[in-house]
């Protein structure tokens, strides 16, 4: 089979897709990827005049595509409450929900509901948000939900006891690996609470390699290192992409780039580490999430 790209998407007219922080770097390529296959897009986005800015240069090269955007804030249980209240009422159908948003390396600081920013809105966001959009999704024939980790999921190990950071002190690069690992947790555990059900949604997961994006603006290294090991945009998002629309994917497929160390390349099946699929941390994640965010799965 040749190498996998964005013209082998088929058409996408008629399913609607969401998805989170589309304003920018991979999400922003993956929405109008999407848009260009015929799909209608969610732009679920913290802010709602840059949505609209996305739009119209989209609209650009694409005046027929289909495009929602509507404000969401990650770190906001409340604005995700709103957001999936407006979703439900709008729409009867979700075929693809792709949790791409996030935060990487920033300072410490909380979200509205106080917790450590990057658990906070990478793992506990999304959480909350696919568990408040189940109902329509699961409704949907044929519908799928796409975790975005990354490789710096093979430098968690989360430690339960202090979830939050309150006794440690801070260390910013490890605090999103930790939210990474979480999130290949969620898909695992998730593709295995569906794994009985007929009709379930397929739970795939996704890595974008060595991507040159804003995510990476509090990093000096990634400044000095990008030139040498970084993809563009298109190529990242195509990892995303595929775990998406490929309808040969399967729950718990994971997809990332084929290069060397999975930096850059085409778009393949890859192993996230043994840590990632240890079950019984998995479990756990899950109930401390459900009680945290206080939304419980259908």
Known sequence: MS???????????????IITGATSGLGKETARVLAEKNATVVLAIRNVKKGEAVVMEFKKTLPHASFDVRALSLDSLNSIKEFAAGILKSYDRVDV????????????????DGFEIQMGVNHLGHFALTGLLMPVIQKTQGSRIVATSSQAHRQGDINFNDLQWKNRKYVTGKAYSDSKIANLYFAYELARKLKDQPNAPVVTAAHPGWTITELQRHSVMFRILNPIFGQKVDQGALPTLRAATDEQAKSGDYFGPKGFMEMKGAPVLVQSNAL??????????????????GVTYP
């Open 3 to 17: 190498k996998w790209n964005a013209s082998m998407i088929p058409d996408q007219k008629g399913r609607v897709i």
């Open 97 to 112: 929900l792709i949790n791409n948003a996030g935060v990487m390396a920033c300072p410490f600081s909380k979200t509205t």
């Open 276 to 293: 990632s699929h240890d079950k019984e941390k998995a479990e756990k994640l899950w109930s401390m999430s459900e009680s945290l965010t």
